[in-house]
């Protein structure tokens, strides 16, 4: 029974509702060395790893940020340049019309000077073919006349001085005569 009441008498110490002092000391002791080392420690690196995690997503905004500003830039400098080089073939286009204008008109120009050049050169041609066979008219025409004369005068005029006076007489006569019937 001795042992029953030691047993009894220790039950009374060991209450499980009322807690040990020395037990809650060791445990605050404990969870003080270990909070002091999470604050020391722990915590230093999860802020530090979430510094370098928040700077890494600010520095990709702002890396995508700077980017479609750059893009965007670029694409205005593209539609920029695609309309002044719109403007340019434009404006080069307008010149090939105008000189190509131009040429035609140099061409139609050159072709009418050549046209009336070849026309005054067909002009002049058919001028002295004309007094050509004037010429051959009268001299042909002068020696039937003279010939003509001879018989019906009945003697042969055989001076050229004599027989040049009648031919141009003769011919003389035969212009007024178709100059009054022209009238």
């Known amino acids: 029974m001795h042992q029953t009441i030691i047993s ?22 404990g969870f003080a060395v270990l909070f002091y080392i999470v604050v020391k420690f722990v915590v230093p690196m999860f802020e ?11 520095g ?8 479609q500003a750059e893009a965007s830039a670029a694409l205005e400098e593209y539609k920029q340049q695609l309309t002044d080089a719109r403007a340019e073939a434009n404006r080069i286009r307008e010149e090939a019309r105008g000189e190509g204008a131009q040429i ?27 007094q050509a066979a004037v010429v051959a008219l009268r001299t042909e025409v002068g020696t039937l006349a003279t010939t ?28 007024n005569q178709n100059a009054g019937a022209a009238k």
Not at 48 to 55: D, H, P, Q, S
Not at 60 to 67: F, L, N, T, V
Not at 116 to 123: D, L, M, N, Y
């Open 48 to 58: 530090k790893t979430f510094a370098e995690r928040a700077e890494a997503i600010e």
């Open 148 to 175: 003509l004369a001879g018989r019906i005068v009945g003697e042969a005029l055989d001076n050229d001085e004599r027989s040049a006076r009648v031919v141009d007489r003769f011919l003389a006569d035969l212009e």
């Open 60 to 67: 990709g905004i702002a890396k995508a940020e700077k980017a």
């Open 8 to 29: 009894a008498a220790g039950a009374e110490a060991a209450n499980p509702l009322v807690p040990n002092v020395w037990e809650m000391g060791v445990v605050l002791v």
């Open 104 to 130: 035609l008109a140099d061409l139609k120009e050159k072709a009418a000077a050549e046209s009336a050049r070849i026309t005054a050169q067909a002009h002049a041609a058919i001028q002295s073919e004309r």
